[in-house]
C-alpha cells in the first residue's frame, strides 16, 4: 500500500464455517462486517450491487447507499454488498464487492417459551398503577430503575378520542 492510500473495506461474515458449506453461504442470523485496515474512514454500502454514491445522501433517492454503523444481517437471495471508505479529506479506496447466498432461518431464540412465560409474569408483577395505567419498574442489580414515556401527553388527553371513536361505532354496519 502507497502512502496515503485507503485500504479497500473488508466484507467479513462473523461467524464460524460451517461444514459443507462454501464461505459465501449464510444464513438471516449471521452478522456481516465491513471494516478497513485505515483508521478513522467512513464506510458506504450497497446491498443491491449498485456503486456506494457519495454525492446523494446515503439512504436516501435512487441510489441505496448506506453508511456503515456495525455489523448487519443480509436478507433472503443472492446479496452483492459493495463497499468503499472515505477518509475526512475525502480520499476514496477502491470498491470492493462481495456475494453471499443468504438462506432463510428462524431467528435465534434464547430462552424456551415457558421461561418466557414465567418471565411475562414477573414482569407483571412489577408493574404498578398509575391514575389506572400500568408501568413497569424494572430492576437494574436490584435497583429500581424509572422508565420515562417518550411523549409528554397524559393518557386522559386521548379520553375525547375513545369516545368520538365509539360514537362513530354506532353508525357502521
Known sequence: MTAGSVSVPQVIPLRIP???????????????EIKSDTPEVTIYYTLDGSKPELTRKPGYGEHNTFKYKGPIMLPVGKIMVKALAVTKDCRES?????????EYKPPNILFSGEENDKNFLKDLSLQESENGVFTT???KNGVNVEIKPAWSEAPQDFQGMVLLHNSWNRFLP
Do not use: M
Open 18 to 32: 460451517l461444514p459443507g458449506k462454501a464461505k459465501h453461504e449464510i444464513d438471516t442470523n449471521t452478522l456481516v
Open 94 to 102: 477502491a470498491i470492493v464487492t462481495k456475494v453471499f447466498l443468504v
Open 137 to 139: 419498574k424494572p430492576k
